[in-house]
């Protein structure tokens, strides 16, 4: 079991940045891929980024050159820097834990609001 709590969010006006963190508390943290994902309303739950266990990184077309996320092993806590933020990053965003099988290996956080505004 893995329990994951988001903060960092806020409001921001456009251009400026924000990073978000995940605490995560249970076992085993070091072999889960962890993921930031985000959904705004009346949209669906859209991948951010995610990072494996290796350090490998992948991020949604949207977001590439702008957010970077990161992983501290020895807090067990994943990161996501979001700069030159725009109002359509609006949303609240959820940090995610998976490990296969994902069915069985898929955890949630309860989500952090960012809104983007002048």
């Known amino acids: 079991q893995v329990q994951l709590v988001e903060s960092g969010g806020g409001l921001v006006q456009p251009g400026g940045s924000l990073r978000l963190s995940c605490a995560a508390s249970?076992?085993?943290?070091?072999?889960?891929?962890m993921g930031w994902y985000r959904q705004a309303p009346g949209n669906q739950r859209e991948l951010v980024a995610t990072i494996t266990s290796g350090g490998s990184t992948n991020y949604a077309d949207s977001v590439k050159g702008r957010f970077t996320i990161s992983r501290d092993i020895t807090k067990n806590t994943v990161y996501l820097q979001m700069n030159s933020l725009k109002p359509e990053d609006t949303a609240v965003y959820y940090c995610?834990?998976?490990?296969?099988?994902?069915?069985?290996?898929?955890?949630w956080g309860q989500g952090t609001q960012v809104t983007v505004s002048s």
């Open positions: 249970g076992t085993s943290f070091h072999i889960y891929t």
């Open positions: 995610n834990a998976a490990r296969p099988p994902v069915q069985h290996y898929t955890y």
